[in-house]
């Protein structure tokens, strides 16, 4: 009888400990996913050109600039996406952005597309200054006497190639 209280004592020792060790190993993966989780969610934004509130094209309405007339958006016409905000000037906007984001998104990221095409450079932008190719946003900087969309044009197809390279590499770098 001793001998049966003794073996359910240690049977039961060893089985709590294992639970124990099993809930313990349970917690560290948990909270690895976790971490795992929250890095990657974070990586969409790495290399966009956000403001610190998140918000890209400084505040402009993405689908303006395939009408030709590129126009500050609103923060109540606001959709995520990947990590960033775009503001929109109407519902209409709002709804062929959601429709088709990739459509509307700014190439390289939202950065000046000749200094991605020199050196991968991440430059900020005029959101005023802009080129539509292929059905492709891009833009460029565009300050201090300083037009780099009339550099871009002069040889576009060499720094898009160039850009296309720099971009890719940055992406998959994450």
């Not at 934004?45 to 890209?56: C, E, Q, R, Y």
């Not at 932008?125 to 059905?135: A, E, L, N, R």
Request: aromatic residues 14%; contains cysteine.
């Amino acid at each position: 009888m001793i001998a049966i209280i003794v073996s359910n004592f240690i049977l039961g020792f060893k089985v709590n400990r294992d639970i124990k060790y099993l809930n313990m190993k349970r917690l560290i993966i948990f909270n690895a996913l976790m971490l795992l989780g929250s890095v990657l969610l974070a990586q969409p934004t790495k290399n966009l050109n956000l403001n610190k509130k998140k918000v890209a094209v400084m505040g402009y309405d993405v689908v303006s600039y395939f009408d030709g007339q590129p126009a500050i958006g609103s923060n109540s016409l606001a959709v995520d996406y990947n990590g960033a905000k775009y503001y929109f000037i109407s519902n209409e906007h709002k709804h062929l952005f959601e429709s088709n984001p990739n459509k509307y998104i700014p190439q390289y990221g939202g950065w000046c597309a000749y200094a991605m095409g020199i050196d991968g450079s991440k430059v900020k932008i005029d959101p005023m200054t802009f080129k539509i190719v292929d059905d492709k946003l891009y833009l460029f900087y565009n300050f201090k006497k300083l037009n780099t969309l009339t550099l871009w044009n002069e040889n576009e197809a060499q720094f898009k190639a160039v850009a296309d390279d720099q971009w890719s590499l940055k992406v998959s770098s994450n």
